[in-house]
């Protein structure tokens, strides 16, 4: 410290001293006044808690990497569809030449080809961006739920209920929820209520499907004598699983777009809190031990179904518009021991059996 | 076997006493007739979503029992909601006794054991009323007439009290301590230290720490009696061998028997064996009147909450009587606010009570803080102001025919300093009950009442 000190005391011009602000009950006459309206001003209220059209929403993925790998990829593909073209140019022109009928006919096909192309990947293309709008509205409502704001919640589930405006089952289920909604609810108690009221039993049905897969699997697997059809099979129901799963949650998925989930689900598994798995691995060791004592098969079953059974709860996780709260989480131990029981029962009816 | 199920019944029947807090004002009784409300009509409507055990339709019904204390006269939640559902519609009257009402709730037991033994459970809820005045007498148990009488002339060194406080100061200072006691003096010492309190209780000064409560309401057994007829004195002589006839020990004994025969009994019979507690704060009046009106008020509470016994209830303090183990904060009238500050009320309300809440904590207790409307006559809208969207609110104001909007100020974080406690930064008004067509058909509209029951009582389902 280079101040130096003094032995009487010292007084100093209050200007010319340099306080640190924080330290400092400043007064600040920073508020909003009261503010009492005229007797005409127009006021807007929530009460009437109705349906707005969906506003689209923009989705956030636009990669823009100019990787050389990627110019050398579009200038191949180009090539490709200009040879293409050029080729079916050539080639109805060669039938023309030769047949009015024929021609006619190649070239009815070739726009009939085209045509289907064009719809199925359209198809596929709005499939896969009602996924990413899941996502979307996955991040927006875990934002509204983390800040205690007020007002911002109303819009945020109306375009969830867009997503299930022509489910009969869940219509009602909405409207209650409407009836429930006060004009005092702040957002991350409007998502709470929605999630309870019309949510909640979704999460039911989804996990009923994947405790039935899960069994299925390991039932199957403890059954079968082939390895390579273990995999065909496990991979068979995962996939069913996850596309009626998804289903179940709003968004039909075709071909691409269960690709795209079992990608990003496969990512988040691997991902997934570490903590977790080791507690559900740990149990999985000593809750199966006894088993995997008595038969490697029930032992290979269990494992499978338990695999099935967690790619299934991270399915529901990646397949809910509103991320679940803790308490929510859908666990894998009451699954786990759902699939240990109904693979004993099986086995103690063959020893009974023997 | 009729019998025998009944017996298993009766034995797993549960009990809670819970304790509703508050100083004057601050809105108990219509918070306790809100509840009892909300409760009898929870079987119909979706007025308690944050209430798990009604929302989960587990409720089989809820019903108003006689209490078990014989000689309390028993809360007229009739009257209560007579008035405040009759047209005009008015908030109940101001409490001048205690009273208490006893609360069946009997529901499907969700335990998967007990749903073996005994499917259907009764919960008994038992809700004491009193004047608020009274809670400030708990505090006088552990004082002394001197250090008490101290506490006082402390308070008197400061406005607003300083210039409130002057008859009676004045008439203090006349008098001789050691001089024999007369019926005279006394009455009229009394009687000025009470005009002094009603004074301080005047709207416009809003102070709180009022003590002995029971000058300002003293009920209907004890008007007249000598007992009330003492005050606390400015100045305590520096010898204390004083003749028994004096003035001073007679006002001593009389302050003493006040708190033997008043404090503790009413404390002994209403005070001991809750389970759980919920503190009412009116923290807007304070925001409306002033800064010393905030301060009294914020000392209130803290001292009186010193006067309860917290801590876990466990199977050994069962045998011992029994201990709060669960403590809500309540900022009330949550609804004279707009909807986007009741977390700043909130926030303000725990930093207002931190001390409580240490203590609290300390031994052990769970607590919350919550702002709530008990019964909700606002009605949150929006509108354009100056080209900006504000939130505002919309009621019937208490003395006023027609419907007015406003936006009553933003709530602080954190206590203002005195100096910003300037004319018109706060105007929360207050508000007529609203008019409502079907009161007797559901439960009547509120801020977050459900999640204060589901804190306060949703662990006993």
Request: glycine letters at 6%; hydrophobic letters at 40%.
């Amino acid at each position: 410290m280079n101040t130096e000190t003094w032995e009487t005391p010292l007084f100093f011009e209050l200007d010319k001293v340099e306080t640190i602000a924080e330290e400092e009950a400043a007064i600040t006459l920073d508020y909003t006044p009261p503010v009492i309206l005229p007797d005409d001003t127009a006021l807007e209220y929530e009460t009437d808690f109705k349906v707005e059209p969906l506003e689209p929403i923009i989705s956030s993925i636009s990669p823009t990497s100019t990787s050389p790998w990627l110019w050398l990829v579009g200038a191949l593909g180009l090539l490709l569809v200009l040879m293409l073209l050029v080729d079916t140019y050539h080639f109805i022109a060669q039938q023309y030449a030769s047949s009015f009928f024929l021609g006619t006919l190649f070239l009815t096909l070739i726009f009939t080809i085209c045509g289907t192309v064009f719809i199925l990947s359209r198809q596929a293309y709005q499939k896969i961006q009602i996924l990413r709008t899941v996502s979307a509205l996955q991040k927006e409502g875990y934002e509204l739920m983390e800040k205690d704001g007020y007002g911002d919640a109303l819009r945020y589930i109306n375009k969830m209920v867009h997503f299930y405006a022509h489910r009969p089952d869940v219509k009602e289920r909405i409207e209650r929820f409407y009836i429930t909604l006060s004009d005092s609810h702040h957002d991350s108690e409007v998502c709470n209520l929605f999630s309870n009221l019309v949510l909640k039993e979704i999460d039911q049905q989804a996990y009923h499907i994947v405790s039935q897969r899960s069994k299925e699997t390991a039932l199957m697997v403890m059954i079968s004598q082939i390895a390579l059809l273990d995999t065909v099979l496990t991979l068979w129901r995962n996939v069913r699983m996850i596309q009626d799963v998804a289903t179940l949650y709003g968004g039909k998925p075709g071909l691409l777009g269960t690709m795209s989930l079992i990608s990003g689900v496969v990512q988040n598994l691997i991902y997934a809190n570490v903590s977790e798995t080791v507690a559900d691995s740990v149990a999985e060791i000593l809750g199966g031990s006894m088993l995997s004592v008595m038969s490697a098969q029930v032992a290979q079953g269990l494992g499978s179904g338990v695999l099935t059974a967690r790619l299934g709860l991270r399915t529901m996780q990646a397949c809910r518009p509103l991320p679940f709260l803790e308490a929510e989480k859908p666990r894998l131990k009451s699954i786990r021991r759902e699939i240990v029981f109904s693979l004993k029962g099986i086995f103690e009816k063959k020893k009974a059996e023997v | 076997m009729a019998l025998f199920n009944e017996r298993v019944n009766r034995s797993l029947d549960r009990q809670v006493k819970l304790a509703v807090t508050g100083l004057s004002r601050s809105g108990k009784t219509v918070f306790i007739t809100s509840l009892v409300h909300q409760l009898l009509h929870g079987l119909e409507g979706t007025h308690l979503p944050f209430f798990q055990m009604v929302s989960g339709g587990r409720l089989r019904g809820t019903k108003a029992m006689p209490q078990p204390d014989m000689h309390i006269p028993t809360f007229r939640y009739d009257h209560a909601i007579e008035q405040l559902c009759g047209d005009p519609p008015t908030w109940p009257k101001p409490t001048n006794g205690i009273s208490e009402i006893r609360l069946a709730i009997r529901y499907f037991s969700s335990n998967p054991l007990l749903k073996l033994m005994s499917p259907i459970n009764t919960l008994y809820v038992d809700i004491i009323d009193y004047p608020g005045e009274w809670l400030l007498d708990l505090p006088l148990l552990e004082l002394t007439y001197e250090q008490w009488s101290e506490q006082i002339a402390r308070l008197c060194e400061v406005e607003p009290r300083l210039s409130l406080s002057q008859a009676w100061r004045a008439f203090l200072d006349t008098l001789d301590l050691t001089s024999e006691a007369t019926d005279t003096t006394l009455r009229q010492a009394s009687q000025l230290y009470t005009d002094f309190l009603h004074r301080c209780k005047e709207s416009q000064y809003g102070l709180s720490l009022l003590q002995p409560g029971r000058f300002t309401m003293p009920g209907d057994d004890l008007k007249g009696a000598p007992l009330l007829e003492f005050c606390p004195i400015l100045q305590i002589p520096e010898e204390l061998d004083f003749d028994d006839n004096s003035l001073y020990a007679e006002m001593k004994r009389r302050y003493e028997s006040y708190k033997e025969h008043v404090v503790k009994k009413f404390y002994k019979e209403h005070f001991t064996h809750f389970d759980r507690q919920i503190v009412l704060a009116d923290v807007l009046r304070a925001f409306n009147t002033s800064y010393a009106s905030f301060v009294d008020m914020r000392d209130a509470i803290n001292m009186v909450l010193k006067s309860f016994h917290y801590g876990k209830s466990g199977f050994i303090n069962k045998w011992f009587g029994l201990k709060i183990d669960k403590i809500l904060f309540a900022a009330t009238k949550a609804d004279h606010v707009t909807p986007n500050q009741l977390s700043n009320l909130e926030h303000f309300l725990q930093n207002m009570l931190a001390t409580s809440h240490n203590d609290a904590t300390f031994e052990g207790v769970q607590t919350e803080t919550l702002a709530l409307a008990a019964v909700k006559c606002t009605q949150a809208a929006y509108t354009t102001f100056q080209g900006k969207k504000i939130s505002c609110i919309k009621g019937m104001p208490i003395d006023g025919e027609k419907p007015v909007a406003l936006f009553p100020g933003e709530v602080p974080l954190e206590v203002p300093m005195p100096e910003e406690w300037v004319d018109g930064r706060f105007h929360f008004m207050e508000f007529k009950p609203p008019r409502l067509a079907n009161v007797h058909g559901s439960g009547l509209p509120h801020i977050r009442l459900d999640r204060a029951l589901e804190f306060l009582l949703g662990d006993k389902f």
